[in-house]
């Protein structure tokens, strides 16, 4: 590729940039959880500006949904032909968004940008329009320069994935082989100020409801009851000692060790002087990816019994999100591409890292695809007065031409 004009063409690309962000923060895509209506309205917005300013290959792949007015939740590609069609790179970004939050906490409207030293201000500018607008500006600069690509780039916007990617990544997945093994997917949705991390891994996330049944009694004859209270406190201490159980390290990650962490609490009884006959109480478990979360699981039973055993109690679980995926190994083809990329458009060493967060690369990795999740952030996402850094869309926008362009 010519890179200077490449990359003299996303410099000057200030003005599209501000009136995409502009456009896609107008029209709220939050999801029904959120007391929202989905991403379609903002689907068509972003398909009708990609259609005027030229990208015309767009599919749409809509996972049927009876919770939103329109009855779908949109997933769009975007395609920009290269020589070969067997090898693909992939940038994934998401529609949806997550609710302003309290109003108060704002100084700006959070569905109407607004430019300020640099940045541009509003609810989803960082999360996920930076990366979206960052792709759409790499592949429009590629093709005002007249750039012949050596495989095809796949702009990918997905739906669903601030409340689980069910009508998303998910989806897509299930009902579609969009991926092939030697594809390169880049996913531009966590990141440092610096551009330099590129993650590669995940935790493994467990998040646990865990349910105590004993028997209620006056408190003033604790022994004629089973106190559900007590014996889930003592689980409680019991699951976060797991920390040690599963102790391996793995400086890859921060905290590099597997963390069990009780968190959620409901109430039980309402008055002082009653034991309490149910508790419940909730648990956040990310483990290294070495551990299973089977294995996980089964000592959480075992040590439930044990407590079952010696209060007199029942104790069941439920589980409202159990995700786990390999890594993306360090040498892949995408990493070593990114790595590349960053030196030659930045001067700078990236370097891979694991996180305890979830991402969609997680299902990616899972079906044997390897994913990447990098960007350039202020990392201001679901924070009031969410905001982006113009100067790192246009940067990142480079290095998604140079991975396009196959450097």
């Not at 996920?128 to 320069?145: E, I, N, P």
């Not at 966590?190 to 996330?205: F, Y």
């Not at 979360?293 to 209060?311: N, P, T, W």
């Not at 030659?344 to 997680?362: L, M, Q, S, Y």
Request: contains cysteine; glycine residues 10%; hydrophobic residues 40%.
């Amino acid at each position: 590729m010519n890179k200077e004009k490449v990359f003299s063409l996303i410099d000057g690309s200030h003005d599209g940039i501000v009136e995409l962000e502009t456009l896609l923060t107008s029209v709220p895509a939050l999801a029904p959880e959120s007391g929202g209506e989905g991403e379609l309205k903002k689907a068509e917005a972003l398909v009708a500006w990609l259609l005027k300013n030229g990208i015309t290959e767009i599919e749409r792949f809509d996972a049927p949904d009876t919770r939103v007015p329109s009855g779908i939740r949109p997933n769009i590609v975007a395609t920009i032909r290269g020589k070969k069609a067997e090898k693909r790179l992939w940038v994934m970004a998401h529609l949806d968004v997550v609710p302003p939050g309290e109003a108060t906490l704002w100084t700006t409207d959070p569905w109407k940008v607004v430019e300020k030293d640099g940045f541009l201000y509003g609810r989803g500018v960082e999360d996920d329009q930076q990366g979206l607008v960052a792709s759409v500006f790499a592949a429009l600069a590629l093709m005002k320069a007249g750039t012949e690509l050596p495989f095809d780039l796949k702009l990918l916007f997905v739906a669903d994935e601030e409340v689980g990617s069910a009508y998303g990544i998910q989806y897509l997945m299930d009902h579609h082989k969009l991926f092939r093994k030697d594809d390169l997917i880049l996913i531009p949705d966590g990141g440092d100020p610096e551009g330099l991390t590129i993650e590669v891994a995940e935790k493994n996330i467990l998040w646990l409801k865990v349910t105590t049944k004993g028997k209620q009694c006056h408190g003033s004859t604790p022994g004629e009851g089973r106190n559900a209270f007590l014996a889930a406190c003592e689980l409680a201490l019991s699951l976060h000692d797991l920390e040690n159980h599963f102790g391996d390290k793995d400086s890859l990650f921060n905290p590099d060790y597997s963390t069990f962490s009780p968190t959620k609490k409901e109430a039980n009884v309402p008055n002082i002087n009653t034991i309490p006959g149910e508790d419940v109480f909730y648990m956040d478990i990310r483990v290294l990816p070495r551990y299973p979360l089977a294995v996980v699981m089964a000592e959480i039973e075992k040590r439930a019994k044990a407590v079952e055993g010696k209060h007199g109690v029942k104790i069941s679980f439920e589980s409202s999100q159990s995700v786990e995926s390999p890594m993306t190994p360090v040498d892949a083809l995408v990493v070593r591409e990114l790595l590349k990329a960053l030196k030659e458009t930045r001067g700078i060493e990236g370097k891979t890292i694991g996180i305890g967060g979830g991402t969609v690369g997680a299902y990616l990795r899972k079906s044997g695809f390897d994913a990447v999740v990098w960007g350039t952030l202020e990392e201001k996402a679901h924070q009031p007065n969410e905001s982006a850094k113009i100067a790192n869309i246009i940067a990142d926008a480079k290095v998604i031409a140079l991975l396009a362009a196959g450097r």
